[in-house]
T-cell receptor, first 114, second 112 residues
Framework: AQSVTQPDIHITVSEGASLELRCNYSYGATPYLFWYVQSPGQGLQLLLKYFSGDTLVQGIKGFEAEFKRSQSSFNLRKPSVHWSDAAEYFCAVGVSNTGNQFYFGTGTSLTVIP | NAGVTQTPKFQVLKTGQSMTLQCAQDMNHNSMYWYRQDPGMGLRLIYYSASEGTTDKGEVPNGYNVSRLNKREFSLRLESAAPSQTSVYFC???????????FGSGTQLSVL
C-alpha cells in the first residue's frame, strides 16, 4: 500500500534561517507529489507539485522541493523563513487505481521564532 | 468565486444521531473528496468521487456513506455517529488527473 511519511512532527526555526521539511513516500511507480500548507483554522493550500521532468520544482511563497527517486523523497525547502510561514505542512502523493486518490502525510508543524 | 463550500462549519451530535455534511464546488471539477483530519494523523481519505456518478472508498470509509448528487455536490453522511468520528472534515475537489486539490474551510464535528 502506498504511504507518505513525514518524520518530523514539529520543527522550530528562527526567522531568516533556512528550512527543510522531510517527506518520504512508498509507491510502486513514480508518484505525483505535492506539498500543501495549512494555516490555523483554514483549509489546505497548494505550495507546489511534481509530476515529471525537472526534479527541482519551485512553488509559491519562495518554497522549493526536490524529488529524489533513489531516496523516495520529496523534501521541501526555503532559504529564509518568514514569521508568516508558521503553519502546518503536509506532503501528499497522488495515485490512481480506479480514479484519483491523494494520500497525505501526518504533517509537520512549523514554529518560527522572531 | 466561492470555490468549495462546506456546511455546516460546526456541529455537535450525540452518539447514535445521524447527519449529512454538504459540499458544493462551483469550479466545474470532475473529482471530489472527503477527508477527515485528526491530530497526529494528518488527512485521511474517507471517500472520493472521480467523476459524476461514481464513488469509491478511501482509507477510512467505515461508518460513512456518500452521494455524488450531481457534478457540483458531494455529501457525506454519518448514519449513526460515534465518538470516534469526532474530527475536522474537509471536502475537496480537483479538475481531473492530478491537478491540485481545492479545499473547503472544514467542518468541526464533535460526537458526545
Amino acid at each position: 500500500a502506498q504511504s507518505v511519511t513525514q518524520p518530523d512532527i514539529h520543527i522550530t526555526v528562527s526567522e531568516g534561517a533556512s528550512l527543510e521539511l522531510r517527506c518520504n513516500y512508498s509507491y510502486g511507480a513514480t508518484p505525483y507529489l505535492f506539498w500543501y500548507v495549512q494555516s490555523p483554522g483554514q483549509g489546505l493550500q497548494l505550495l507546489l507539485k511534481y509530476f515529471s521532468g525537472d526534479t527541482l520544482v519551485q512553488g509559491i511563497k519562495g518554497f522549493e522541493a526536490e524529488f529524489k527517486r533513489s531516496q523516495s523523497s520529496f523534501n521541501l525547502r526555503k532559504p529564509s523563513v518568514h514569521w508568516s510561514d508558521a503553519a502546518e505542512y503536509f506532503c501528499a502523493v497522488g495515485v490512481s487505481n480506479t480514479g484519483n486518490q491523494f494520500y497525505f502525510g501526518t504533517g509537520t508543524s512549523l514554529t518560527v521564532i522572531p | 468565486n466561492a470555490g468549495v463550500t462546506q456546511t455546516p462549519k460546526f456541529q455537535v451530535l450525540k452518539t447514535g444521531q445521524s447527519m449529512t455534511l454538504q459540499c458544493a464546488q462551483d469550479m466545474n471539477h470532475n473529482s471530489m473528496y472527503w477527508y477527515r483530519q485528526d491530530p497526529g494523523m494528518g488527512l485521511r481519505l474517507i471517500y472520493y468521487s472521480a467523476s459524476e456518478g461514481t464513488t469509491d472508498k478511501g482509507e477510512v470509509p467505515n461508518g460513512y456513506n456518500v452521494s455524488r448528487l450531481n457534478k457540483r455536490e458531494f455529501s457525506l453522511r454519518l448514519e449513526s455517529a460515534a465518538p470516534s468520528q469526532t474530527s475536522v472534515y474537509f471536502c475537496a475537489s480537483s479538475e481531473s488527473g492530478y491537478e491540485k486539490l481545492f479545499f473547503g474551510s472544514g467542518t468541526q464535528l464533535s460526537v458526545l
